[in-house]
Protein backbone atom coordinates (compact mmCIF):
# COMPACT_ATOMS: atom_id res chain seq x y z
CA UNK A 1 0.00 0.00 0.00
CA UNK A 2 2.95 2.36 0.40
CA UNK A 3 5.13 2.02 -2.81
CA UNK A 4 2.61 2.88 -5.13
CA UNK A 5 2.26 6.27 -3.38
CA UNK A 6 5.70 6.86 -3.22
CA UNK A 7 6.17 5.18 -6.93
CA UNK A 8 6.15 8.81 -8.85
CA UNK A 9 8.83 10.31 -6.75
CA UNK A 10 10.96 7.61 -6.60
CA UNK A 11 11.19 7.63 -10.23
CA UNK A 12 11.36 11.18 -10.12
CA UNK A 13 14.48 11.58 -7.90
CA UNK A 14 16.19 8.45 -9.41
CA UNK A 15 16.11 9.68 -12.84
CA UNK A 16 17.08 13.19 -11.70
CA UNK A 17 20.62 11.04 -10.42
CA UNK A 18 19.58 12.19 -6.35
CA UNK A 19 20.40 8.55 -5.96
CA UNK A 20 20.53 4.82 -7.32
CA UNK A 21 18.01 2.12 -7.35
CA UNK A 22 20.09 0.11 -4.99
CA UNK A 23 20.79 2.38 -1.94
CA UNK A 24 16.73 2.74 -2.21
CA UNK A 25 16.17 -0.46 -2.51
CA UNK A 26 17.68 -1.50 0.79
CA UNK A 27 17.75 1.43 2.94
CA UNK A 28 14.06 0.50 2.78
CA UNK A 29 14.37 -2.87 3.59
CA UNK A 30 16.50 -2.01 6.64
CA UNK A 31 14.52 0.17 7.84
CA UNK A 32 11.40 -1.97 7.87
CA UNK A 33 13.44 -5.25 9.28
CA UNK A 34 12.97 -4.40 12.74
CA UNK A 35 9.13 -4.16 12.15
CA UNK A 36 9.30 -7.42 9.97
CA UNK A 37 11.32 -8.96 13.14
CA UNK A 38 9.06 -7.57 16.13
CA UNK A 39 5.40 -7.86 14.53
CA UNK A 40 5.46 -11.84 13.96
CA UNK A 41 7.57 -12.01 17.09
CA UNK A 42 4.73 -10.42 19.16
CA UNK A 43 2.11 -12.37 17.39
CA UNK A 44 4.42 -15.97 18.06
CA UNK A 45 4.65 -15.06 21.82
CA UNK A 46 1.29 -14.48 22.28
CA UNK A 47 -0.16 -17.29 20.28
CA UNK A 48 2.25 -19.69 21.09
CA UNK A 49 1.22 -20.61 24.71
CA UNK A 50 -2.17 -19.58 24.36
CA UNK A 51 -2.83 -22.65 22.31
CA UNK A 52 -0.67 -24.71 24.20
CA UNK A 53 1.89 -25.56 21.81
CA UNK A 54 5.44 -27.93 22.56
CA UNK A 55 6.55 -26.08 25.91
CA UNK A 56 10.29 -26.31 25.35
CA UNK A 57 12.64 -23.22 24.72
CA UNK A 58 14.27 -24.41 21.38
CA UNK A 59 10.25 -24.90 20.01
CA UNK A 60 9.46 -21.68 20.74
CA UNK A 61 12.25 -20.30 19.40
CA UNK A 62 12.43 -21.97 16.24
CA UNK A 63 8.56 -21.05 15.62
CA UNK A 64 9.45 -17.25 16.10
CA UNK A 65 12.16 -17.89 13.60
CA UNK A 66 9.01 -19.85 11.30
CA UNK A 67 6.74 -17.01 11.96
CA UNK A 68 9.34 -14.42 10.99
CA UNK A 69 10.90 -15.78 7.62
CA UNK A 70 7.16 -16.76 6.47
CA UNK A 71 6.29 -12.91 7.36
CA UNK A 72 8.97 -11.46 5.56
CA UNK A 73 8.39 -14.16 2.44
CA UNK A 74 4.97 -12.99 2.57
CA UNK A 75 6.54 -9.09 2.16
CA UNK A 76 8.60 -10.34 -0.70
CA UNK A 77 5.07 -11.40 -2.89
CA UNK A 78 3.31 -7.74 -1.62
CA UNK A 79 6.50 -6.22 -2.47
CA UNK A 80 6.34 -7.31 -6.04
CA UNK A 81 3.04 -7.08 -6.73
CA UNK A 82 3.25 -3.04 -5.25
CA UNK A 83 6.42 -2.35 -7.68
CA UNK A 84 4.49 -3.45 -10.81
CA UNK A 85 0.96 -2.14 -10.22
CA UNK A 86 0.90 1.68 -9.79
CA UNK A 87 -2.07 1.86 -8.70
CA UNK A 88 -3.05 0.86 -5.26
CA UNK A 89 -6.50 0.45 -5.88
CA UNK A 90 -5.52 -2.33 -8.58
CA UNK A 91 -3.37 -3.63 -6.76
CA UNK A 92 -5.25 -4.25 -3.26
CA UNK A 93 -7.72 -6.08 -6.19
CA UNK A 94 -5.56 -8.52 -7.48
CA UNK A 95 -3.45 -9.12 -4.62
CA UNK A 96 -5.96 -12.02 -3.45
CA UNK A 97 -6.13 -13.37 -7.24
CA UNK A 98 -2.25 -13.82 -7.11
CA UNK A 99 -2.19 -15.24 -3.61
CA UNK A 100 -5.21 -17.85 -3.35
CA UNK A 101 -3.70 -20.07 -5.69
CA UNK A 102 -0.35 -20.15 -3.24
CA UNK A 103 -3.16 -21.57 -0.62
CA UNK A 104 -5.26 -23.61 -2.24
CA UNK A 105 -2.65 -25.95 -3.96
CA UNK A 106 -0.17 -26.08 -0.88
CA UNK A 107 -1.25 -29.55 -0.14
CA UNK A 108 -3.56 -27.92 2.55
CA UNK A 109 -6.79 -27.42 1.57
CA UNK A 110 -5.96 -30.22 -1.19
CA UNK A 111 -4.04 -33.16 -0.98
CA UNK A 112 -0.77 -33.13 -3.21
CA UNK A 113 -1.46 -35.71 -5.13
CA UNK A 114 -4.82 -34.57 -6.09
CA UNK A 115 -3.24 -31.16 -8.05
CA UNK A 116 -3.28 -31.53 -11.83
CA UNK A 117 0.70 -31.39 -12.82
CA UNK A 118 0.03 -28.31 -14.71
CA UNK A 119 -0.68 -26.39 -11.39
CA UNK A 120 2.71 -28.09 -9.60
CA UNK A 121 3.97 -24.95 -10.06
CA UNK A 122 2.00 -23.09 -7.36
CA UNK A 123 2.95 -25.79 -4.75
CA UNK A 124 6.45 -25.60 -4.84
CA UNK A 125 6.70 -21.72 -5.15
CA UNK A 126 4.55 -21.47 -2.02
CA UNK A 127 5.31 -19.94 1.50
CA UNK A 128 1.95 -21.54 2.65
CA UNK A 129 3.71 -25.16 1.63
CA UNK A 130 7.01 -24.85 3.27
CA UNK A 131 5.29 -22.35 6.24
CA UNK A 132 3.17 -25.24 7.36
CA UNK A 133 5.55 -27.99 6.64
CA UNK A 134 7.89 -26.30 8.76
CA UNK A 135 5.46 -25.16 11.87
CA UNK A 136 4.02 -29.07 11.67
CA UNK A 137 7.58 -30.54 12.07
CA UNK A 138 8.64 -28.13 14.75
CA UNK A 139 5.55 -28.79 16.69
CA UNK A 140 4.76 -32.90 16.22
CA UNK A 141 8.18 -34.53 15.01
CA UNK A 142 9.93 -34.41 19.06
CA UNK A 143 6.63 -35.72 19.67
CA UNK A 144 6.11 -38.66 17.76
CA UNK A 145 3.49 -40.39 20.21
CA UNK A 146 0.52 -38.57 19.88
CA UNK A 147 -2.28 -39.55 23.03
CA UNK A 148 -5.63 -39.77 21.15
CA UNK A 149 -9.18 -39.48 22.57
CA UNK A 150 -11.44 -42.31 21.60
CA UNK A 151 -14.89 -42.00 22.16
CA UNK A 152 -16.66 -45.56 22.97
CA UNK A 153 -19.61 -44.09 24.17
CA UNK A 154 -21.73 -46.43 20.88
CA UNK A 155 -20.57 -49.57 22.18
CA UNK A 156 -21.39 -48.55 26.00
CA UNK A 157 -17.51 -48.51 27.26
CA UNK A 158 -16.06 -45.35 28.96
CA UNK A 159 -14.09 -43.05 26.88
CA UNK A 160 -10.04 -42.84 26.87
CA UNK A 161 -7.02 -42.01 25.55
CA UNK A 162 -4.82 -44.34 24.20
CA UNK A 163 -1.42 -43.73 21.85
CA UNK A 164 -2.03 -43.28 18.27
CA UNK A 165 1.46 -44.57 17.28
CA UNK A 166 4.25 -43.10 16.26
CA UNK A 167 6.11 -41.57 13.18
CA UNK A 168 9.29 -43.48 12.81
CA UNK A 169 10.68 -41.38 9.46
CA UNK A 170 11.35 -38.39 11.88
CA UNK A 171 9.26 -36.62 8.85
CA UNK A 172 6.16 -35.26 8.54
CA UNK A 173 5.11 -34.62 4.77
CA UNK A 174 8.26 -35.80 3.64
CA UNK A 175 9.88 -32.11 4.04
CA UNK A 176 12.79 -31.90 6.83
CA UNK A 177 11.78 -28.69 9.12
CA UNK A 178 15.29 -27.83 7.97
CA UNK A 179 14.56 -27.76 4.40
CA UNK A 180 11.40 -26.33 4.54
CA UNK A 181 13.01 -23.29 6.77
CA UNK A 182 15.32 -22.83 4.00
CA UNK A 183 12.92 -22.88 1.44
CA UNK A 184 11.15 -20.02 3.40
CA UNK A 185 14.36 -18.24 3.57
CA UNK A 186 15.12 -18.82 -0.44
CA UNK A 187 11.74 -17.36 -1.15
CA UNK A 188 12.40 -14.44 0.74
CA UNK A 189 15.56 -13.94 -0.81
CA UNK A 190 14.28 -14.55 -4.66
CA UNK A 191 10.84 -12.36 -4.10
CA UNK A 192 13.16 -9.57 -2.95
CA UNK A 193 15.98 -9.61 -5.78
CA UNK A 194 12.63 -9.63 -7.85
CA UNK A 195 11.56 -6.23 -6.66
CA UNK A 196 14.51 -4.93 -6.46
CA UNK A 197 15.32 -6.08 -10.63
CA UNK A 198 11.15 -4.88 -11.39
CA UNK A 199 12.55 -1.06 -9.77
CA UNK A 200 15.50 -1.68 -11.43
CA UNK A 201 14.04 -1.88 -14.93
CA UNK A 202 11.12 0.35 -13.93
CA UNK A 203 13.68 3.38 -13.26
CA UNK A 204 14.99 2.88 -17.07
CA UNK A 205 12.03 2.66 -18.49
CA UNK A 206 11.10 5.85 -17.20
CA UNK A 207 13.84 7.82 -17.79
CA UNK A 208 13.55 11.29 -18.73
Given at each position: ???????????????????????????????????????????????????????????????????????????????????????????????????????????????????????????Y????????Q???????????A????????????????????????????????????????????I??????????????????
Amino acid sequence: MIFPDERPVFLREVNNNMYKVGPYFWAKVSSELPFSILMPSVFGCITYFSVGLNNTAGNFIVFLIILILIYNAASGYSLIISAIFSNKQVAVTLTPVLIVPFMLFAGFFVATSSIPVWLREFEYISIYKYGYQALMQNEFIDNAAFQCYYNTTILHEKPSWDNCGANPTGQIGGMSRGAAMGLLFGLYFICYMISWYILHKLSHDHEI
